[in-house]
């Protein structure tokens, strides 16, 4: 079944308030290696980049998680 406009509008009104949004390049190739790798853990690639981030600013002592 589609998706209403109503709907997508209210799901991008939503996103926009729970979430910070950034695009990221990465060499060609790159892309489809983190996807396998994180399919490979059973987690999203949103996921596993959240948490490599996360885990590398703990390493940097940054304190790298901020979510609950």
Known sequence: MPVS???QKAVAKYES????KTLIRMPKGTLA???A???????SVNAYIN???AE????DGE???DHA
Do not use: C, F, N
């Open 37 to 43: 790798h994180a399919t490979e853990r059973g987690e």
């Open 5 to 7: 406009k109503a709907q």
């Open 63 to 65: 304190g790298g998680s």
């Open 17 to 20: 308030k729970v979430y910070d």
């Open 33 to 35: 290696r983190v996807k």
């Open 56 to 59: 590398a600013m703990e390493r």
């Open 51 to 53: 948490r490599a981030i």
